[in-house]
Each structure stands twice: as structure tokens, then as C-alpha cells.
């Protein structure tokens, strides 16, 4: 018996895939991967500067930057930027 439910989740699994891509094809071509990249690469070059300009002048090693913002600004970001 579990030999014919194996194949049957595999097949399940390979539909469910198979949607979430076809989904996420779909959205791409709404938001056009050249807006959300427009907008993405601005705030992520200010943040990338900023953090770069306090690393240059911190003399303190306690005193590290937050790159916690890059890091959420990217997360939620990548799922829309092109692959």
C-alpha cells in the first residue's frame, strides 16, 4: 500500500510546485521586474552606502552598524526581483 501512495503524493507535490511557479510567472509579468528592481535598488544602495560610511569611520568594534534593515529589505524584496 505504501508504494501506490508514494507516487501519489509525489504527483500532488509536483502539481502544488507546479502552481506556485505559475503563479509567481504570473505576478512577474504583472509587476514588471524593472519597477520592483527600480525601487528596490535605490533604498538598498542608500542602506549599503550608510552602512559602508559607519564602518569606515567606527573606530570601536562594539559599535558596529545594524545591518538588521538591509537584511529585512532584501528578504522581503526577493521574492518580487528578478532570479
Same mark, same amino acid.
Not at 20 to 33: A, C, F, K, V, Y
Not at 63 to 79: F, M, T
Given at each position: 500500500?505504501? $508504494?501506490?501512495?508514494?507516487?501519489?503524493?509525489?504527483?500532488?507535490?509536483?502539481?502544488?510546485?507546479? +502552481?506556485?511557479?505559475?503563479?509567481?510567472?504570473?505576478?512577474?509579468?504583472?509587476?514588471?521586474? $524593472?519597477? /520592483?528592481?527600480? @525601487?528596490?535598488?535605490?533604498?538598498? +544602495?542608500?542602506?549599503?552606502?550608510?552602512?559602508?560610511?559607519?564602518?569606515?569611520? @567606527?573606530? $570601536?568594534?562594539?559599535?558596529?552598524?545594524?545591518?538588521? !534593515?538591509?537584511?529585512?529589505?532584501? !528578504?522581503? +524584496? /526577493?521574492?518580487?526581483?528578478? /532570479?
Amino acid at each position: 500500500m505504501p $508504494d501506490q501512495t508514494l507516487p501519489k503524493k509525489q504527483q500532488l507535490m509536483l502539481e502544488r510546485l507546479t +502552481n506556485r511557479h505559475q503563479i509567481r510567472l504570473e505576478t512577474r509579468t504583472l509587476d514588471s521586474p $524593472d519597477s /520592483s528592481t527600480t @525601487t528596490f535598488l535605490p533604498r538598498f +544602495n542608500d542602506s549599503k552606502n550608510s552602512i559602508t560610511s559607519q564602518l569606515q569611520t @567606527t573606530t $570601536d568594534p562594539s559599535r558596529l552598524p545594524d545591518i538588521s !534593515a538591509v537584511v529585512k529589505l532584501v !528578504a522581503e +524584496n /526577493s521574492y518580487s526581483l528578478p /532570479s
